[in-house]
């Protein structure tokens, strides 16, 4: 059973998955080189034809509703080598499952530590081994946010888990172990420290302004316009003013929500389209980029209810640079690519992808 602790210098949390541990090393490792990928790998276990060699499906969206098929567009399955597991039904109420109380006093908090409950799933995000989320349509995008809402809605249900993280690690050096393209969702059954920590910002901001932080930083970047990649309808890309990785952006609705499952039909759809616009221009200025991309957001209701505000966005990392001694020490980051030059740039790949586009015949 893996186990979660917390780190009491840091207050940050650590899973200690052993059955990680049993994860092949060898088996399809992530390649770096997306233009030379095939559309189909015979030996690749998320692509269609080879459902058999995933764990049960969670769920899909198939064009006829066939169960189990390989005519999937979007596929759920549980991770085969889950960082944290789901409680068993029958052990409902064993006391190896509860999440102690997290203890008021430095002293009590030395060695906190809870089972592993939660939950891995996977979501193969396109039957093309190959695909990119630049290359979505935007409806196939919005097929795949439609499916991440679901999977929010459902898991935020488990009195288990008190944060759900999605996120996708694309690229060998981003932590990618399987090349077809996929996101991750991970229940956690603790607030985590860096979620925990924009909440209190936004806290911070809202009790001295009595406004939202994410909403007035919006509103600064849409007038100064020098760090703005794109402008949907309902959600805007941008360089964050501080950006700690070349390339680094944020992707926020403009209007305040604090979750992704309380998004519109509306809102997910231009979410949609600014994903694929963005990683298009991602795409024509990289031929091959390892990058992280993690949503943040909180349902509203229940869990936000202790007492602070959010604001729900995406940031995307492109590993370029290296993590080393200062950025792991000191929290501060080298970044040799000033976010104003980044966004001047990504708004030329945004014209030539556009102009690209719109060339190919249907
Ligand atoms: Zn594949
Ligand atoms: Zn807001
Ligand atoms: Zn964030």
Redesign the pocket.
Known sequence: LPEIRFDVLSAGFAVIATERSKRPRDFMPAEDKGDELPERDANCPFCPGNENETPPEITAKRPHGTALGSDWSVRVVPNKYPALVARPIDQGEDEAWRVPPFPGSPEATLYWQAAGAGCHEVLIESPAHNGSLGSYSTAHMKQVLDVIKERFAVIYDSKDIAYVQVFKNSGRIAGASLTHPHFQIIGLPVMPS??LS?GMRLKEYETKTRRCLVCDLLEREVEKDVRLIDKGERFLALSPFASRYSYET?IVPTEHVSGFSEMSEAMTLDLAAVIVRLFGAYESMFSSLPYNM?F?GLPSGVKTKRGWPYHA???VYPRLNIEAGLELGSGTYINPTPPELATKEFAAAMQSWEAQECSIPD
């Open positions: 860096a979620v924009e944020l993690i943040h966005h995406i940031h």
